[in-house]
């Protein structure tokens, strides 16, 4: 066993031996509950491990595939995943509705219209254990909600009349937290469905504890503090007030489960803020940590910290990948995680030990007043998977010479090196960036071959820290100059470089009809085919509205219903959800250190860094493919394509954008991939060869799903999004498909 050389340095902590040898002891004989035969829940299983044990398809054959049919989807989400239970997969399309459709052609079976705000990444589904009840499990307008399976009707007696508010139990007035529903739909496992959470990532945003909730009463059985309370561990890790203020520190994305064993595995993000620590000295447990914990009780097995002090936002949000390898003639069952900033750490999934040494390294100091940076972190001695520092001779060489002169004059004023903390003197040229590496739907595997794949983009960012100014509505000649370049690098791509439209609509006068908070929520979360930002920080969201006119201060309060509800055509069974009342109680958000609590005098933030996304040299994103067996790179596959790279100039390798994009892996030796471009890839899995590839008429970043009907194996794609400017657009060309959800199988004289 291995324990934390001192206090303060909690990169590794483990139960002891007796718990350890306790908890074995009494799952030990848990039924194996995830066989890979079915796609009801998110990536495919409470795993999260996107394998199906299906065999019709093979190398041999694969080049074979073709559309089988397809349901129109325009209006619904093109990040949504869809499941599949049994002969029904459940969709979202028809402006906010979740469709239930014949898994064989696509022909709706009911529609339950108008459920504005559902989580954006899909659903999960529950059956009791003599299969009479079948819920649709999801969250929506901050609270948790369930469907009938069947029926397509709300079910009004789970939680309070229908729902579960999300917002209690976090440390702050329910009332004054305006956002926390994760993206993910969080796992199940048993009866207890285990939710994350996004709060937001400002200052004194909410905290993430992550929460189980029974399935059929909607009860609380569990809290998990990811920020500690007085008296528990890792709270000595901390400023003594910081769990008082501090937000974030949440599992935004997704979160595997080991049915099994009964241990759920969080992958956490960084406190708030980001980039700037000063009021919370400390590495701060739980913040970027792979933390295992007891399903039943919620209870910490163990823990490993990634990122000590995070100042550069490198959360913790792909999904940790089970696997069980032979490593020097002995099988191990492990988790690996793959994280933001190109390294892979592996672990014994029950006690927490490294597979493969981590090694603690010296990094530089902070010149920020009040900031003390960790001395060191933690890097494994397994390959990363990206380059880690911008430098002249990694340039991208095919832009052009005046932009190049720029950027070397920019590098030699700048610093570059790994983990150089954000500073207010100079820039911080970062690589990779909070885009860069391995992101949500960024990871697979083969469980049983001990192989897992992993989607990277080498993406930096570029810093210089400011302080926070107190509020105001006139914008000054910089902050003006920042809300131009967040709005060029963000917005301008869909709504034009006037805000006059494009691919998504004007923005023109948009702050004269939506308040504030709604225009918080709509550029965090997103909304239809816009993806959200969640990252951008609270002062660069409040320029942005006084850009587009509006007065952030004009403070308003976010109604829990949705809009004026318009009825799809089809089989309508129920519309909007659980109507969830009007708080009584309406308290302002936390907006500054509570009374007594010491802090430092100023606070600093920066933009999101997103200048440049071509910056470097190609290829830019790839799929990489390890043997944990061995802990070895066996290959790396450059995916994607652009404007340019379709028109013939292949020398420009393939193009940015690989975050929201996923894979599906069989147990034939297939990894399918979506990429950038509307490309769909089927590789070999040993060696990354490309067996068969084609192009989707519209683009796709959701999670593909996978399922088996009638002995002929299916392959689902929602291909609802928009191209983007530098990408070549399909949809125009002749015999293009509408946006939908696009399936793929052999063809029936296979």
Known sequence: MYAKKKPTKSTLAF???LSVFAFVSCNKETPKANTHTTWSHYAGGPDQSKYVDATEITKDNVNQMDVAWYYEADGGFNN???????????VFAKNNSLIAINAKNGEEIWIHANLRGLTRKGINYWESEDKKDKRLVFTINNSIQEIDALTGKSITTFGNNGYVDLRE?????????????????GVIVQDKIIMGSAPGENYFSAPGHVRAYNVVTGKMEWIFHTIPHPGEFGYETWPKDAYKYVGGVNVWSEMSADEERGIVYLPLGSPTNDYYGGDRVGDGLFGNSLVAVDVNTGKRLWHYQTV???????????????????????EIDIVAAATKHGYVFVFDRVTGEPIFPIEEKPFPASDVPGEVTSPTQPIPTLPSFMRHEVTKENINPYLPDSIKQMWYKRLDAAKTAQFTPPSDKYE???????????????????????????????HPSVYQLSKVAPPKIDLSADDHKKAQTLYDNTCKTCHGPDMEGGVGPTLKNVSQHIFYDEFKTIVLNGRGQMPGFVHVDEASLANLYRFMGGNPRSFNFNRR???????????VVASGGIKIPEDEKRVAPLLDYPEGVEHPENRYTTGYGLEWESLMSPPWSYIVAYDMNT??????????EDFEFVNGDKSKGAVIG???????????????????????????QETGEVLWETTLSNESVAVPAMYTLDGKQYLVVNATGNFSRDSFDHSKEPGALPKAYVVYALPDNK
Not at 80 to 90: G, R
Not at 169 to 185: C, H, K, T, W
Not at 635 to 640: A, L, Y
């Open 80 to 90: 949504f995943s869809p499941i599949v239970v049994d002969t029904i997969m459940y």
């Open 561 to 571: 219903g949705g809009n004026e509800e318009v009825m799809p055509e089809g089989p």
């Open 15 to 17: 139960v002891s031996l």
């Open 631 to 640: 802990g070895e790179i066996k290959w790396k596959q450059p995916v994607g």
């Open 658 to 684: 690989v975050q929201r994009k996923s894979m599906v892996v069989t147990s034939t030796g297939i990894l399918f991939a979506t990429a950038k471009g509307g490309k769909l890839y089927a590789l070999d």
């Open 428 to 458: 911080t040229v970062i690589l990779p960036g909070p885009l860069g590496g391995a992101n949500y739907g960024n990871t697979a595997s083969n469980p049983e071959k001990g192989l897992m794949f992993v989607m990277s983009q080498e």
């Open 308 to 330: 000590h002090h995070d100042l550069w936002d490198y959360d913790l949000s792909p999904a940790p990948q089970l696997m069980t390898i032979n490593k020097d003639g002995k």
């Open 169 to 185: 139990g976090l440390d702050r007035e329910p009332s004054s937290i305006r956002r926390v529903q994760a993206m993910m739909p």
